[in-house]
């Protein structure tokens, strides 16, 4: 999965981007328990999605460019109240892929993350035509504005 995660994302050559790693996933667990989700079949994890709940404000400085990925994961650690879930990342062997499975887990962690805090919106920064669909489609099904960076 981590090497996956380097293809798609290439994380090292990108210092914008936040470079997930296991005390990244403690501090967003801190943040939200449902912040990270996976799917295993029983021979360990086939998918795996991040979602990060944030404000409103900081999603607006985002998506202005005005912060970077990790910026926004760290002043996010400080706030107490959520409106709106940056869909972070999400990534699936490719032999368990259109089984709706990225979908499924993320719409799990939304609502979840709903259950305490006003969530009236999504937000994505996509690098493929995939993961811009998938976000459309978890809109879509969670009735919820969605949000592109450019």
């Known amino acids: ?10 994380v090292k050559n990108d210092p914008e981007q936040l470079d997930v790693n296991e005390d990244v996933i403690e501090q967003l667990i801190a943040i ?6 996976e799917h295993d079949e029983g021979e360990g994890p086939v998918a795996w999605v991040l979602v990060i709940p944030t404000t409103t ?5 985002f998506l202005k460019k ?3 990925e990790k910026q926004l994961f760290l002043l ?12 972070c990342s999400a990534l ?3 032999e368990h892929r ?21 969530i009236e919106s999504l937000f994505v920064w996509s690098f493929s035509k995939e993961g811009e669909l998938a976000a459309e489609k978890i809109a879509e099904q969670t009735k919820l504005e969605l949000f592109k960076r450019n």
């Open 32 to 37: 939200h328990s449902a912040t990270v989700s």
């Open 66 to 68: 005005e912060i970077t």
């Open 76 to 87: 996010t650690q400080n706030e107490k109240h959520f409106e709106t879930v940056y869909l």
């Open 57 to 61: 404000e900081l999603m607006n400085r």
């Open 1 to 10: 999965m981590m090497k996956l995660a380097e293809d798609v994302f290439a």
């Open 92 to 94: 699936v062997l490719e």
């Open 98 to 118: 259109r089984k709706g499975i990225t979908k499924q887990l993320a719409i799990n962690a939304i609502e979840q993350i709903k259950v305490n805090h006003r």
